[in-house]
Nanobody, 118 residues
Framework: QVQLVESGGGLVQPGGSLRLSCAAS????????MSWYRQAQGKERELVAT????????NYADSVKGRFTISRDNAKNMVYLQMNSLKPEDTAVYYC???????????WGQGTQVTVSQ
């Protein structure tokens, strides 16, 4: 059973940091591209960052470049999103996403809330 479980969300003040984690199971993690998406209230879901199955150079949304870092640990089946210099506009539900290449299948986690506020 394919499963993605996010953790690490919460309430943080502007300028603060959070680290999101996503635990993957039920598929060959090292053969899957991993991404983080977010969806703010009343807005469409948007891609935040993505990292290829082999690692390599990640891609980021312009709005988070220089502040967020995506990484993966293929030995632990984990993907992370380090978020620094957080802004109120980063407030959203953050979702872990996998594109399982050999199944041609997309998988989503349940989401974790990040709120940036005084």
């Amino acid at each position: 059973q394919v499963q993605l479980v996010e953790s690490g969300g919460g309430l943080v003040q502007p300028g603060g940091s959070l680290r999101l984690s996503c635990a993957a199971s039920g598929f060959t993690f090292s053969s899957s591209a991993m991404s983080w998406y977010r969806q703010a209230q009343g807005k469409e879901r948007e891609l935040v960052a993505t990292i290829a199955y082999s690692g390599g150079t990640p891609n980021y949304a312009d709005s988070v470049k220089g502040r967020f870092t995506i990484s993966r640990d293929n030995a632990k089946n984990m993907v992370y999103l380090q978020m620094n210099s957080l802004k109120p506009e980063d407030t959203a539900v953050y979702y872990c996403h996998a594109f399982i290449i050999y199944l041609a299948r997309h998988a989503w986690g349940q989401g974790t809330q990040v709120t940036v506020s005084q």
